[in-house]
C-alpha cells in the first residue's frame, strides 16, 4: 500500500488479556517505530527498529511490552497481561534512514491501533 | 533529556485570520530537527512542516510558516488565511540530527498538543 497499515484499527480487550498489534510499513522503508498515545496527549517513544535489529527499547514500559520485527519488514508489538493503564493509541511509523547521511528522514505515521482494556 | 513544552491547550481563530501556536523545547544539542504535525479528527498524522536547526531561515510551506528562535529555543507556528480544514490538534516535536554512531535517530520527543478550532 502507499501508507502505513495498522491493524486492528479498533481493539477491545479484558484485562488480563493479552494483545498483538500489527504494523506494515511503507515498502523499502528501513526503520520502524512504535509510539504509544494516550487521550489527549502527544505521542511517546516506545521502541524502533532498523531492518530486523531492535535499536532502541528505552521507551517500553515495562517487560509486559515487547515488539519484534523478525523479517525486517512488518512488526508486532505485543503487550501481555494487559492493564487498563495501557488503554491508548499505539501509532507505527516509518522512515526511509539512510546511512551516514545528513540529510533528513521524515516519519511517515499510520492511523493507529486504539486499544481500550476493560 | 529533551522536552518540548506547547503552553497553549486550546487556540481560536476565526476563518481567514492569522494563528500563531507557541512551542519551546530544551536541549544540549546543537543541530537538530524540529516538527509541526497536525492530527485531525481522522487520527492521521500530517507533517505540517520542518526545520532543521543549522538552517537561519525560517521554513516555509504556503500559508505555514514556523518563526525560529534558536537562542530562546522557541519555534512557533504561524497560520495566515485559516481555513476550516486546519482545526485539528497540534504537535511540536524535536528530533536529535544523529546519534553518536552517526547514522540518523528517528526517536521524536512531542508536545502536549494544542486543539486549534477556526470558527467561520
Known amino acids: 500500500g502507499a501508507g502505513v497499515s495498522q491493524s486492528p484499527r479498533y481493539k477491545v480487550t479484558k484485562r488480563g488479556q493479552d494483545v498483538a498489534l500489527r504494523c506494515d510499513p511503507i515498502?523499502?522503508?528501513?526503520?520502524l517505530y512504535w509510539y504509544r498515545q494516550a487521550l489527549g496527549q502527544g505521542p511517546e517513544f516506545l521502541t524502533y527498529?532498523?531492518?530486523?535489529?531492535?535499536?532502541?527499547k528505552s521507551g517500553l514500559p515495562n517487560d509486559r511490552f515487547s515488539a519484534e520485527r523478525p523479517e525486517g519488514s512488518i512488526s508486532t508489538l505485543t503487550i501481555q497481561r494487559t492493564e487498563q493503564r495501557d488503554s491508548a493509541m499505539y501509532r507505527c511509523?516509518?522512515?526511509?534512514?539512510?546511512?551516514?547521511?545528513?540529510?533528513?528522514?521524515?516519519?511517515?505515521f499510520g492511523n493507529g491501533t486504539r486499544l481500550t482494556v476493560t | 533529556a529533551q522536552t518540548v513544552t506547547q503552553s497553549q491547550p486550546e487556540m481560536s481563530v476565526q476563518e481567514a485570520e492569522t494563528v500563531t501556536l507557541s512551542c519551546t523545547y530544551d536541549?544540549?544539542?546543537?543541530?537538530?530537527?524540529l516538527f509541526w504535525y497536525k492530527q485531525p479528527p481522522s487520527r492521521q498524522m500530517i507533517l505540517v512542516i520542518r526545520q532543521e536547526a543549522y538552517k537561519q531561515q525560517n521554513a516555509t510551506e504556503n500559508r505555514f510558516s514556523v518563526n525560529f528562535q534558536k537562542a530562546a529555543k522557541s519555534f512557533s507556528l504561524k497560520i495566515s488565511d485559516s481555513q476550516l480544514g486546519d482545526a485539528a490538534m497540534y504537535f511540536c516535536a524535536y528530533r536529535r540530527a544523529r546519534n553518536a554512531g552517526g547514522t540518523s535517530y528517528g526517536k521524536l520527543t512531542f508536545g502536549q498538543g494544542t486543539i486549534l478550532t477556526v470558527h467561520p
Open positions: 527498529f532498523n531492518y530486523e535489529a531492535q535499536q532502541d
Open positions: 536541549t544540549s544539542e546543537s543541530d537538530y530537527y
Open positions: 511509523a516509518s522512515s526511509l534512514q539512510v546511512r551516514d547521511t545528513i540529510r533528513d528522514s521524515p516519519l511517515h
Open positions: 515498502s523499502g522503508h528501513v526503520s
